[in-house]
C-alpha cells in the first residue's frame, strides 16, 4: 500500500486535528466551529474560541465549549483549510 493510500487509525487522525480549526455538525442542524482543545473516549469534546451556526447563520460566540457525546450521535469533524 502507497504512502498515499494508507488507512491511519481513527484515534490517531483524531490526535493530529487537536489544536486545529474543526466544525462540529450535529444532526439538528447545528453546526459548532473552532479550535479542537480535547475529545475523550465518549466523544465528548471541548472547543475553544467557538462559533455556532444554525441554518448557515451566525447566531453565538463562545470562547470555550463543551458538547457531550452523547448530544452528537452523527458528528462530522472536518478540519477547515
Do not use: H, W
Not at 46 to 51: D, G, I, K, S, W
Not at 53 to 75: T, V
Request: hydrophobic fraction near 30%.
Amino acid at each position: 500500500m502507497s504512502a498515499a493510500t494508507k488507512r491511519q487509525n481513527p484515534n490517531e487522525f483524531l490526535k493530529t486535528i487537536v489544536g486545529k480549526p474543526v466544525v462540529v455538525k450535529l444532526t439538528n442542524g447545528t453546526d459548532y466551529r473552532g479550535i479542537l482543545s480535547c475529545l475523550d473516549g465518549f466523544m465528548n469534546i471541548a472547543l475553544e474560541q467557538t462559533e455556532e451556526y444554525q441554518n448557515g447563520q451566525l447566531k453565538n460566540k463562545y470562547g470555550d465549549a463543551f458538547i457531550r457525546g452523547n448530544n452528537e450521535r452523527r458528528s462530522y469533524y472536518d478540519v477547515e483549510t
